[in-house]
């Protein structure tokens, strides 16, 4: 069924739309395994859309959404077996559980099982303290460990997301828009933990922050309402005379 | 040993709530049994019956409060739920009172020989069966949970809508049962007992019984509700209360756990049911109404919500309340109480009774 | 004594008909007197004679003998021979009618006579001679000057099927120029045909034929009688009419499903926009909407005891006047709980529902504690009770006016939403708050106007349900769980969808009820929203978006 492909993602001719709105046009996405790939694009560009795709929140119209070397088509499953598969995702908005502690927060995200019944009868408990404390380690909260997540500033919730998808410890990681509401200082570590993690994962950030997408220092993909205006290295992209005239206006 | 470990389980209200359970279910037996009525410590039977209603309510509240509290699931049909496990033991009763009826049918109940029923519908089978009846009592509403929710919870209908259609059903239902040719006795429901498991039901030993078979039903269910809700079981619960998506992409079918959650709860408010029912002596459609539903939403929003203690509290105040205000000249005034509370309630104490108490207690201690 | 009356000319149904012909027959008795003929009088005056023996052959004579006569005294005569208000005097040879006032006249004469004189013996009836007098009047009748009458008396030929009666059909139909009684005789004339075996074979089957083309129920009953002894093509005829007709009546009750489907839908459609509004644009879950409803419907009473006690005269303006009261009434108590609570509780729609839910509590105890538990009269204005027939359905205006109520109310909110201020900044306030905010749009006094325009659309619809429905503190009790249902089942956010939604609502259900009577059908209606909730969470015509799965 699936196309010969060796990448770890693979999007092609990939439509989207609401209403009659077109989202995504034939896009085009190919990412090796151990990649990094920065995706920039205007507002309504379709990069949130993009991820949806990925993640199984929002079924295309048309065209192939393929993970793991052509094997899986990730269009045929839902949200909880794609992650299941090893995709994390970071959403736009930070999003984490904050009536619960940091560890909790990682708790959850832990690979383990993930049924009803073992979640009540105590398999998912024993999970060692030690990898927790790790995770949180990384993404600079070991000291927060027991503090509930909605006590978070806004950046440190983006962190403990990041550390929830590392907790998970997916093939691909999604992170969309780390840095929105950071400091500079603070996206600069952010920058740092994303190469960091790249080490062993491979990730696709959305980012607006030009300054931001130069740090990670990858490839970077240019998405103009719903389709792939060009991509290659951040100055040939910034070079790009469409990429400037889409940026700046005519 | 396994009680010690499940008692570590509970945290401080919890087990200033278990020790207040314990003190009610030796002192009430002894104030009605063994002190003599014109004593003024003697509590007559009358307020026992009343004690061992409140306290399925507060059955019901808990297993309002597991999904509510601790999932987000607002469910306005946890009456129909209760109401099922209400009917379940009222059948039971009725075929026990077997030959005494007024028509003194052998086995149709007197309102189905009324009716002109000629045998026994195949939905009363093997309710003279007591052990068959709890069967049911945990059966129906398990299974129109699982039904409903699975339905539901796969095609993900949350927040308000799920409110709305949990009341629907509990309104389908009410009007189902009001029908005569539904066999559930029609508008007048089920009643006139005669005896449980041989013992009158009007007995004073028999209604001591159901009172303490009440209070230790709640203390199990509060402990393992408590032991839900701490487990990693629980933690999902509250994160998909939280944060649903981010719950499901990090892999888990949140439509289990709302499923699994919402199916221990009805089963929950079923039992509270099937013990309301011998102790009030009736069971009638109206158990159906939708504002009893939402009546013990508002138990648990008082109590405070996703703290079980509280939502047994909250059951037990209001009604308290409500009998201090309907057996009297204030009768008129208590949906205006009652509706004040909910406003009250959610705009000026979120948290609840318990909540504000906790608050209150929290700012004491930083100041000393 | 009614009942007689109604049965002297074979009906049996409506109040008002019996009242205008009370009246016709007082006005024929005056033409009659004015325009006897003195041959006619000579047979009419022969014909009362014969009333004097009080025997049964005598009585029956006089009957035909009256009929013969055609003279319009002897609808009277019958009419109260029918209705037991005939009387003789032995002594004095006189027949005495007396009328409905209770007035008593000399039947030759046409004097008052003071009072009954001793002697005066009611003349006796039998089955067989109440038949033949029913059949008399109704031939005599159809002589009449009113063309409502003459309609009468040519249904009664058609129940009493008195083949004496064809000749004064046939004359009547030569010059008859009145449409409905035109058909009303043809029917009659075939059914005196169908009816008598002597009458010629072809005639009696086009009669049948006649008869299964109109296709109501008596002449159903006709055909199903006449079969029972028919033979050959007779028969033949008779079963293809039976089924012409079982046809036509099954059209014509669908199209009266079909009515009392628009006519829920258009009483679930007005109780639910206010929700549309409130629920639908705002996402605020309003559980006293149907409080205010039922409030609109109490200011609809306090107006008419008003004016019962004050202006009796204009009680046709009852609803009128209570319009734009009730919605400002409603439509303020629905910005102080907007003010007062509910903008407290923006973003936490679980919470809004309970204190909503604790609102509407309140407020029916409010009201039951100022008007009582029980239900309250609300009286129908003249254009709004009655009903008229439409090819062959009865449709009341009562329910008529408040579908065409219904509509105007939708469509007025339309054009509100669409074309004025208020509705461009509610839109701008429910899709974007804070840049409608940066904009200079006060966003709290948009909110609190949107809610006031729901609760004030919910207080109309009050005004109009008091009209159908019993006006008691529960009222609102029963529109809520419909009218919730009919906004999400139509998708929210969405008042064309709420039209289709409670069109469709109010069509099935009626359609259903027929089959599993109207409980059940309820919960059948109930179940079929729930699982298609399921299938489509947004409603039927879901906006896709993430505004909406905010
Ligand atoms: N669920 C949806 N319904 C309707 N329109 C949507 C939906 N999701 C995204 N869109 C539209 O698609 C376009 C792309 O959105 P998005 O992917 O969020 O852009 P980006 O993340 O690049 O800013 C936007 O115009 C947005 O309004
Ligand atoms: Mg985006």
Redesign the interface.
């Known amino acids: 069924m699936e196309k010969r492909t060796n990448a770890l993602l693979y999007l092609d001719g990939v439509n989207v739309s609401f209403d009659g709105f077109k989202a995504l046009r034939s896009l085009t996405l190919i990412l090796a395994a151990g990649d990094m790939r920065a995706i920039i694009g205007p507002n309504g560009a379709g990069k949130t859309t993009m991820m949806d795709v990925i ?1 199984g ?1 929002t079924k295309p119209d048309s065209g192939d959404v393929l993970f793991a070397d052509g094997s899986v088509d990730l269009t045929r499953h839902d ?3 794609i ?2 598969l090893g995709i ?2 970071k ?1 736009q908005k930070p ?6 502690t940091l560890v ?1 927060n990682i ?3 832990l690979a383990g099982r ?3 019944f073992s ?4 398999t ?2 024993r999970i060692s303290p030690q990898r927790i404390r790790e995770v949180l380690d990384k993404v600079r909260l070991a000291d927060k460990a027991e503090r509930l997540a909605g006590e978070l500033s806004h950046g440190q919730k983006q962190w403990l997301e990041i550390a ?1 998808l590392l907790a ?1 410890n997916p093939k691909l990681l999604l992170v969309d828009e780390p840095v929105a509401g950071m400091t500079d200082a603070e996206t600069e570590t952010t920058a740092e933990l994303l190469r960091e993690i790249n080490r062993d994962h491979t990730v696709v950030v959305v980012e607006h922050d030009m300054h931001f997408v130069r740090a990670l220092d990858c490839r970077v993909t240019c998405l103009h309402e719903g389709s792939v205006l060009a991509e290659g290295t951040i100055d040939a992209v910034a070079a790009n005379e469409r990429v400037v005239e889409v940026y700046l206006g005519r | 040993m396994i009680l010690a470990r499940l008692l570590e389980m509970a945290d401080y209200r919890g087990r200033i709530f278990l020790a207040l359970l314990a003190a009610l279910a030796v002192l009430v037996p002894i104030a009605n049994l063994l002190v003599p009525p014109d004593s003024f410590l003697h509590i007559g039977t009358g307020t026992v019956v009343l004690l061992g209603k409140y306290l399925t309510y507060a059955i019901l509240a808990l297993a309002l409060d597991l999904v509510w509290g601790y999932c987000g699931i ?1 469910s306005l049909g946890h009456g129909a739920f209760f109401a099922l496990g209400g009917y379940a033991m009222g059948m039971y009763l009725m075929r026990q009172i077997g030959p005494r009826g007024v028509y003194g049918h052998p086995i149709l109940p007197d309102f189905m020989v009324f009716l002109n029923f000629t045998e026994l519908p195949v939905t009363w089978w093997g309710f003279d069966n007591f052990l068959y009846a709890m069967l049911m009592v945990v059966l129906a509403p398990g299974l129109l949970a699982f039904v ?1 929710g699975w ?2 919870f ?4 949350t ?3 799920l ?3 949990t ?3 509990t ?2 239902l009410l ?2 049962f ?2 005569n040719d539904m066999g559930f006795g029609g508008n007048n429901g089920l009643t006139d007992f005669k005896d449980i498991l041989g013992f009158n039901v009007q007995a004073q030993s028999t209604r001591v019984v159901l009172f303490l078979a009440t209070l230790l039903t709640l203390a199990a269910a509060y402990i393992f509700a408590r032991f ?1 809700v701490t ?3 629980g ?2 619960l ?2 998909i ?3 649903e ?10 439509e ?2 709302k499923l ?1 959650v919402f199916v221990v709860s009805a089963v929950l408010a079923g039992i509270a049911g099937a013990l309301y029912v011998p102790q009030v002596g009736i069971i009638n459609p109206s158990e159906f109404s ?1 504002t009893n539903s ?1 009546e013990a ?2 138990w648990v ?1 008082i109590g405070g919500r996703g703290t079980l203690v509280g939502a047994a509290l909250g059951a037990f105040v209001v009604n308290v309340l409500k009998s201090f205000f309907t057996t009297g000249s204030l009768a ?2 208590w ?2 109480v ?6 009250l ?3 000026a104490l ?1 948290k609840g009774i318990l909540g504000a108490l906790e608050k209150l207690a929290a700012k004491r201690g930083t100041r000393s | 004594m009614q009942r007689s009356m109604a049965a002297s000319v074979g009906m049996h149904q409506s109040l008002m008909k019996k009242a205008s012909m009370a009246g016709f027959l007082a006005m024929l008795v005056l033409f009659a007197a004015l325009l006897s003929i003195p041959a006619r009088a000579q047979s009419y005056d022969a014909a009362i004679d014969r009333f004097l023996s009080d025997s049964f052959p005598d009585t029956e004579a006089g009957i035909s003998a009256l009929q013969a006569a055609g003279d319009a005294r002897g609808v009277a005569v019958l009419d109260a021979l029918l209705d037991r208000r005939l009387f003789v005097v032995a002594a004095s040879r006189t027949v005495l009618v007396r009328d409905r006032a209770g007035q008593t006249n000399d039947a030759r004469t046409g004097q008052t006579v003071a009072e009954a004189p001793a002697g005066a013996v009611m003349v006796r009836l039998n089955n067989r001679l109440r038949g033949l007098a029913q059949a008399a009047l109704g031939a005599m009748t159809l002589l009449s000057p009113d063309p409502e009458r003459r309609r009468l008396a040519a249904e009664a030929v058609f129940r009493s099927r008195d083949a004496s009666a064809l000749p004064a059909i046939d004359k009547t139909l030569e010059t008859e120029s009145v449409p409905r009684v035109r058909a009303a005789l043809r029917e009659a004339r075939a059914a005196i045909l169908l009816a008598d075996a002597q009458a010629p074979m072809a005639e009696r089957i086009a009669a049948a034929a006649f008869i299964g083309e109109i296709g109501d129920q008596d002449g159903i009953g006709l055909l199903r009688q006449t079969l029972t002894n028919a033979q050959g093509q007779l028969r033949e005829a008779v079963e293809a009419a039976i089924k012409r007709a079982e046809f036509t009546q099954q059209l014509r009750r669908a199209g009266q499903t079909f009515w009392f489907g628009l006519s829920l839908g258009s009483v679930l459609l007005l109780a639910a926009i206010g929700l549309a509004i409130t629920f639908g644009v705002m996402g605020v ?1 309003n559980m006293a909407h149907g409080e205010m409803v039922m409030i609109g419907a109490y200011v609809t009473f306090v107006v008419q005891d008003l004016i019962r006690a004050n202006a009796p005269h204009l009680f046709d303006w009852s609803l009128p006047i209570a319009l734009p009261l009730a919605f400002v009434i409603t439509g303020l108590i629905g910005i102080v709980i907007e003010r007062g ?1 509910i903008r ?2 923006y973003g ?8 909503t ?10 009201v ?2 100022a008007f009582g538990p029980t239900n309250r009269e609300v009286g129908a204005p003249s254009y709004m009770s009655g009903s008229f027939d439409f090819i062959g359905m009865q449709i009341t205006y009562g329910r008529l006016w408040i579908l065409v109520f219904t509509f105007a109310v939708f469509f007025l909110l339309l054009a509100v939403l669409k074309a004025t201020a208020l509705g461009l900044h509610m839109r701008a306030v429910t899709q974007n708050r804070r840049m409608a905010a940066s904009m200079g749009i006060r966003t709290g006094f948009v909110d609190a106007m949107t809610f006031g325009l729901g609760s004030g659309i919910a207080g109309l619809a009050g005004v109009a349900l008091s009209q159908i429905d019993n006006v008691s503190p529960n009222l609102g009790q029963s529109y809520i ?1 419909d009218s ?2 009919v906004v ?1 089942f139509g998708g929210v956010g969405n008042l064309w969808g709420t039209l289709v939604a409670a069109f469709t609502l109010g069509i099935a259900n009626k359609v259903l009820e027929p089959f599993v009577g109207a ?2 059908g ?2 059948l209606i ?2 079929l ?3 298609f ?3 489509r ?1 947004r409603g039927l015509f879901a906006l896709k978006g993430r505004a909406v799965e905010q």
Do not use: C, N, W
């Open positions: 993640t929140k949200e909880a077996e992650a299941e994390g995702r959403f999003t984490v559980f904050e009536s619960h909790d708790l959850l995200a993930r049924d009803p979640a009540l009868f105590g998912r408990a929830m998970q | 607002l409903f339905l539901a796969r095609s993900r209908v927040g308000v809508y409110s709305i259609i009341q629907a059903l309104f389908a009007l189902a009001f029908r839900m487990s990693s079981f933690k999902v509250i994160a209360r939280d944060a998506s981010r719950v499901r992409f990090l892999g888990y079918r949140v289990h756990y699994a939708p939402i939403v508002v929003a008129a005034y949906l205006f009652l509706g004040g509370l909910f406003v309630v959610t705009i979120p | 879950i609570i407290f509780l936490r729609p679980l919470e809004t529902l309970l204190a839910f604790g609102v509407s509590l309140v407020l029916q105890q409010a039951r504690t769980i919730f249902m999400v409980v059940l309820k919960i109930l179940v929203l729930i699982l909730i399921q299938k969470p």
